[in-house]
């Protein structure tokens, strides 16, 4: 099984959809939690970070369930320049951080 | 967000040859730097872990002698890949981490092709 595992996708929404992403993890002593995005044949960058008590930026909420060891991304009101691929990332310690294969998401007109 | 700087963005190279890829953090101390590969329309997979003035960890089934990795400081790691073949051609990646923060930032990766 691997340590992180994310919806494969790819989900195909119209513009304005709502849209949930599932990550679970199996390390237990994970310790934070992150959402990058990566655009096509790019670096991935800090979408946001995942709080035990569950952020919200914008049009993004993340929430975190300790006890069942999954994370979540809830993008509202979707934007074409949505479209990217989602990677759930968890850090076990200071010296680890574990990538979910990611969840590619198009948004369409 | 902190800014990784990772040099070259692409390079061609013959087979049986060096490359060397870097890996700066401009703008802060970076304790820990990671170094991924992805393959096309594949997940970023870990290539290894490393701290400065130490050893690099490195993920199982991944090379140490043909991935060579040096963090001689906290702003610089390098990745040197040896006698490149083509099964070596991907995209690189590096990301770094700020000293007692947690997220982690990329560079803009390295597109090596051995031909």
């Known amino acids: 099984r691997k340590e992180v595992e994310q919806d494969p996708g790819p989900f195909n929404v119209p513009e304005g959809a709502t849209v949930a992403f599932n990550c679970t993890y199996s390390?237990?002593?994970?310790?934070?939690f992150f959402w990058y995005r990566q655009d096509c044949r790019k670096e991935p960058k800090l979408l946001m970070s995942v709080y035990s008590s569950g952020n919200e930026d914008g049009r993004f909420t993340a929430q975190l369930n300790r006890a069942s060891q999954y994370i979540s991304l809830l993008i509202r009101d979707s934007k074409l320049s949505d479209s990217a691929t989602y990677l759930c990332v968890v850090n076990r310690n200071n010296n680890d951080m574990r990538f979910g294969a990611g969840t590619r998401l198009t948004v369409k007109p | 967000g902190a800014v990784v700087s990772q040099h070259p963005s692409r390079v061609i190279c013959k087979s049986g040859t060096s490359v060397k890829i870097e890996c700066r953090s401009l703008d802060f101390q970076a304790t820990t730097m990671f170094w991924y590969r992805q393959f096309p329309k594949q997940s970023l997979m870990l290539m290894a872990t490393?701290?400065?003035?130490?050893?690099?960890?490195?993920e199982q089934g991944v090379e140490k002698d043909k991935f060579l990795i040096n963090h001689a400081s906290l702003t610089l790691s390098t990745l040197t890949v040896t006698s490149a073949h083509p099964e070596d051609s991907s995209f690189y990646i590096c990301?770094?981490?700020?000293?007692?923060?947690?997220?982690?930032?990329f560079g803009q990766g390295t597109r090596l092709t051995v031909v």
């Open positions: 390390n237990s002593a994970s310790q934070s």
């Open positions: 490393s701290n400065e003035g130490s050893k690099a960890t490195y």
């Open positions: 990301s770094a981490r700020e000293t007692g923060l947690l997220e982690a930032f």
